[in-house]
């Protein structure tokens, strides 16, 4: 899926992360400086899975 985002770049990711988890990763990425994912893993707490992380970055990483 993450796969996909990047290279089909959607508008949104809301059908598979809601407003307020990609909110806090977008946040994280802005705090952190980095698109590593155990940083912001870290940083979120350990509440965030991987796997969204991953999603949110990638669709982050397109639209530059």
Same mark, same amino acid.
């Given at each position: 899926? &993450?796969?996909?985002?990047? #290279?089909? $770049? +959607? ?19 802005? &705090?952190?400086?980095?698109? #590593?994912? $155990? +940083? ?25």
């Amino acid at each position: 899926l &993450a796969d996909f985002i990047a #290279r089909e $770049r +959607p508008a949104s990711i809301a059908p598979w992360v809601d407003k307020a988890t990609h909110k806090q990763v977008t946040d994280a990425l802005a &705090a952190c400086g980095t698109g #590593r994912l $155990r +940083p912001l893993y870290e940083h979120l707490g350990e509440m965030v899975p991987y796997e969204v992380i991953r999603l949110v970055v990638a669709f982050e990483g397109s639209r530059g």
